[in-house]
């Protein structure tokens, strides 16, 4: 049982931090149109090493869940000096794949925090839309469970942070995938590309129905959308399978969400830009650490915001040197274009908790002198 003594005393030093001078410092960092620098520490898995915790108590018990929750935001805003400011709330995230919950594909987690995700949906053997029901927002796969944690952690805060609720993240793509498995689906696209593509609108047909019931459901406009398809990836899929079948579904997004604000991939994109530049609200384009960066610059327009990021080896695994090389080379390629510079997911892999924070500091310092604020 956590001790709510404690987590009230976790509440205020989060209220705390986010009003004082160092916070301010770095909002005022957050709203520099120069490039700002951001760490990424990879959730769940750092937390089992950095924090010790019990990850899947942490997705089931909303106290536990609150009180590592702040710890987590607390210690990253004690050791991680980047541009990222510490905001007075407290999100409801229970892992990166609650959406897969949706399609009867379940997640389970090791205490590493290392997810494993269903593979034998009938639908891998049967090409068949009838084998999929409907996604109802409040009684889907996780989100009765998802929705008393977010009752229960409102009622833990007693309104002095704010409770976020858990989001749609994932795109058509990867659920496709998933559902059908990788060989069937490419097989698809070329021996049934009319399943493929109800497939697709039918995945995003329940995406945009699920977040017009949480805009009702928390009584809040329609926001811009974040789209994370870890299959956009060359050369997994081809620029014209992206064009023809992927693309007009995040045309849908866009539409029905008004934006999309950015479409992750941890694969690369390059070949993909010219496709992703047809989505007209993007406030920045991701030049993911497989994607090419000379090639990006060229395919890309200035007038389009770049998020560079780098690979989580490039920091765990260079010296201060090398560090600042990388840093400065990005910056002498970019002169004149709007973007941003961060960090892949990092994960504790030295000896001592001191090892990991100190490759942070490294990356930080570097980057705050090659760009000063």
Same mark, same amino acid.
């Given at each position: 049982?956590?001790?709510?003594?404690?987590?009230?005393?976790?509440?205020?030093?989060?209220?705390?931090?986010?009003?004082?001078?160092?916070?301010?410092?770095?909002?005022?960092?957050?709203?520099?149109?120069?490039?700002?620098?951001?760490?990424?520490?990879?959730?769940?898995?750092?937390?089992?090493?950095?924090?010790?915790?019990?990850?899947?108590?942490?997705?089931?018990?909303?106290?536990?869940?609150?009180?590592?929750? &702040?710890?987590?935001?607390?210690?990253?805003?004690?050791?991680?000096?980047?541009?990222? +400011?510490?905001?007075?709330?407290?999100?409801?995230?229970?892992?990166?794949?609650?959406?897969?919950?949706?399609?009867?594909?379940?997640?389970?987690?090791?205490?590493?925090?290392?997810?494993?995700?269903?593979?034998?949906?009938?639908?891998?053997?049967?090409?068949?839309?009838?084998?999929?029901?409907?996604?109802?927002?409040?009684?889907?796969?996780?989100m009765p469970h998802a929705l008393q944690m977010y009752h229960e952690l409102k009622r833990l805060i007693h309104g002095r942070l704010k409770?976020?609720?858990?989001?749609?993240?994932?795109?058509?793509?990867?659920?496709?995938?998933?559902?059908? *498995?990788?060989?069937?689906?490419?097989?698809?696209?070329?021996?049934?590309?009319?399943?493929?593509?109800?497939?697709?609108?039918?995945?995003?047909?329940?995406?945009?129905?699920?977040?017009?019931?949480?805009?009702?459901?928390? *009584?809040?406009?329609?926001?811009?959308?974040?789209? *994370?398809?870890?299959?956009?990836?060359? +050369?997994?899929?081809?620029?014209?399978?992206?064009?023809?079948?992927?693309?007009?579904?995040?045309?849908?997004?866009?539409?029905?969400?008004?934006?999309?604000?950015?479409?992750?991939?941890?694969?690369?994109?390059?070949?993909?830009?010219?496709? &992703?530049?047809?989505?007209?609200?993007?406030?920045?384009?991701?030049?993911?650490?497989?994607?090419?960066?000379?090639?990006? &610059?060229?395919?890309?327009?200035?007038?389009?915001?770049?998020?560079?990021?780098?690979?989580?080896?490039?920091?765990?695994?260079?010296?201060?040197?090398?560090?600042?090389?990388?840093?400065?080379?990005?910056?002498?390629?970019?002169? *004149?274009?709007?973007?941003?510079?961060?960090?892949?997911?990092?994960?504790?892999?030295?000896?001592?908790?001191?090892?990991?924070?100190?490759?942070?500091?490294?990356?930080?310092?570097?980057?705050?002198?090659?760009?000063?604020?």
């Amino acid at each position: 049982m956590i001790d709510t003594a404690l987590l009230y005393e976790r509440i205020d030093s989060v209220i705390d931090a986010s009003s004082g001078a160092e916070n301010q410092r770095r909002l005022q960092r957050q709203k520099l149109q120069s490039p700002r620098y951001f760490v990424t520490i990879e959730e769940p898995i750092a937390w089992t090493v950095l924090d010790d915790y019990d990850v899947n108590r942490y997705f089931q018990d909303p106290s536990y869940y609150a009180d590592h929750s &702040l710890r987590h935001k607390l210690w990253c805003f004690r050791h991680v000096d980047d541009c990222t +400011p510490l905001c007075a709330e407290l999100p409801l995230w229970l892992g990166h794949y609650p959406e897969y919950t949706f399609f009867d594909l379940d997640v389970t987690y090791d205490s590493r925090g290392v997810p494993a995700i269903r593979e034998d949906h009938p639908l891998r053997s049967r090409p068949d839309l009838d084998l999929l029901q409907p996604v109802e927002f409040a009684r889907t796969g996780i989100m009765p469970h998802a929705l008393q944690m977010y009752h229960e952690l409102k009622r833990l805060i007693h309104g002095r942070l704010k409770v976020k609720l858990l989001t749609w993240w994932r795109g058509c793509l990867d659920l496709a995938i998933q559902l059908r *498995g990788y060989d069937n689906l490419v097989a698809d696209t070329v021996e049934r590309p009319d399943f493929v593509t109800e497939l697709l609108a039918f995945i995003t047909e329940q995406r945009n129905r699920w977040h017009e019931a949480r805009w009702a459901f928390l *009584g809040s406009s329609r926001e811009p959308a974040e789209i *994370g398809d870890d299959w956009v990836n060359i +050369p997994f899929i081809s620029p014209g399978m992206f064009a023809r079948f992927v693309l007009p579904r995040y045309l849908e997004i866009e539409r029905q969400h008004g934006g999309v604000r950015y479409v992750h991939s941890c694969g690369n994109q390059t070949g993909l830009q010219e496709h &992703l530049l047809k989505i007209k609200s993007l406030e920045f384009l991701e030049v993911s650490a497989w994607s090419d960066l000379d090639q990006s &610059l060229q395919n890309i327009p200035p007038s389009k915001r770049l998020m560079i990021q780098l690979h989580p080896n490039d920091v765990l695994y260079s010296s201060k040197r090398q560090i600042e090389d990388r840093l400065r080379s990005i910056a002498g390629r970019c002169e *004149g274009r709007r973007y941003d510079v961060s960090t892949s997911g990092l994960t504790p892999v030295g000896a001592s908790q001191q090892d990991f924070v100190e490759k942070i500091r490294v990356f930080t310092e570097a980057a705050a002198r090659v760009w000063p604020t």
